[in-house]
């Protein structure tokens, strides 16, 4: 299965269902499942902010398995739509590049340490029932 490394605190954010879109300086044609792996890095600011919501920000796991809906290019109207959101994830910062639109979040408990990779990657030893 296809798997994207996102820095923690996203990755949470992502499998709590928080965080319904990923901002990438990329395009992706893929649609699908996907599973999200929590990587080695961490925005240690933004990990503050966000230590209020008693979550837990794993490294090194899959974290979650979404289906990347739609990829849509960040213009100044989708950018005012994600602000008018008022989602604790994306503030009010105007973005550019790709918004990878997530559907059917679904948080996993997963122990096993796997480090990331650039880009879509493949993972193929994970079960996720």
Not at 124 to 129: E, G, K, P, S, Y
Request: with cysteine; proline share 2%.
């Amino acid at each position: 299965m296809k798997a994207l490394t996102v820095k923690q605190p996203w990755a949470t954010l992502i499998s709590e269902g928080i965080k319904k879109y990923e901002f990438r300086s990329w395009k992706t044609n893929y649609r699908g499942k996907i599973l999200i792996h929590a990587g080695a890095g961490i925005d240690k600011e933004k990990l503050k902010e966000f230590k209020k919501l008693n979550l837990e920000f794993p490294k090194k796991r899959i974290v979650a398995v979404a289906e990347i809906e739609d990829c849509l290019e960040l213009t100044d109207e989708l950018n005012d739509k994600i602000i008018k959101e008022k989602n604790i994830a994306y503030g009010n910062k105007k973005r550019t590049g790709y918004a990878w639109k997530l559907k059917n979040i679904k948080k996993i408990n997963n122990s096993k340490e796997i480090n990331g990779k650039l880009g879509l990657w493949n993972v193929d030893d994970i079960n996720i029932d």
